[in-house]
């Protein structure tokens, strides 16, 4: 179809380059499309009633409770700038455990609720403190921006009850909550593109700003942001600060280095006292993960922890349980549509000298770590 129209409208040598670019400028795609061709997946949807996407899974009262975006087919069309997530509001899943009794808890917050946000309740996480659980969310405010905001609840599973306004100096996506050993809480977040953190490289929102990154392929990558939250866990204690991501030599991974630079999805972990930050490279699809010894970085890149999930986006959390390591993720095995994904999870270890064993999720691939 666009084909027809471009041929009607375009010489035929214009045509043969925009088809010569398309053919080879498309390594996302193509990873994409090769586990698209045979998806053999190991592991089940954790849900079928409800499509749920971008897990952050907690131990809360001895339950696992997984915050996850609620996917629904709003109708808009797909684009780079993630238009056709258009989700409106948040299910907690949980269940025991050892994986039994699943539950589909009821609304836990609507974006009519939230007096600042007017669309796309994007991927959300969760803390405890204070004897009070805490929601995170990204939602669009009314001026089409991305802010992060905080909802209070007595239980896990909310009801969730919104601040008024979104917390102060946020912005962009994909919050995640690390409460470190002390009782410290930090909350990482950014994602380029549709989450625009591209257009904040300079303090301030850059409404003309790039729909991408900044164009400049040798130039240091745009970095997750962080800064510590304030004991009440609403707004942040301090100014937001840049999380570099170095390689083994100290440079900072670099733009065009599209399988190591960060895309969305920041989430920590702890092991043997060191830091891991996880995080998904977006078009190529992968998650990576870098460590530090410090909360504030610098993380340097160690490898790629999942391979390409079937679908667009590939967006996960760790959870220890007793003395394993758990991963959950999500890919759109029930109904093969990028924006209609389903949760799932599998296990995974780290081995001895530190480094995270890569978690595979589908037999036969022959994805290379
Ligand atoms: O669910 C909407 C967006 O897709 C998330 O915020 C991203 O991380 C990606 O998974």
Redesign the pocket.
Known sequence: MPFKFISTKISLPIFIVFLFVSCTNNTGTQLQEKNNLNPDFKNSALVSEIYT??PSAHIFENRIYIYA?H?IDSGGIEDDS?NH?N?IDYHVLSMNLDGSDVTIHPVALSVDDVAWAES?F??PDAAFKNGKYYLYF?AKDKDNIFKLGVAVSDKPEGPFTPQPEPMKGSYS??PAVFVDDDGSAYLYFG?IW??QLQRWENGFYDKNGSLKDLGVPDAASIMPRMAKLTDDMLEFSEEVQTIDIIDEDGNPILTKDLERRF???PWIHKHKGVYYMSY?T?DTHLIAYATSDNPYGPFVYQGTMHEPVQG????HSTLKIANQWYFFY?DTELSGKT?L?NVKFTTFDHKSDGSIDPVKTYFGSDFRF
């Open positions: 996407a971008d975006s996917d993630g997530f989700m796309k994007w991927a990204p996506i994909d994602g549709g989450g895309f969305e999805a998904s977006g667009w986006t590939n967006h999500h924006h994904r």
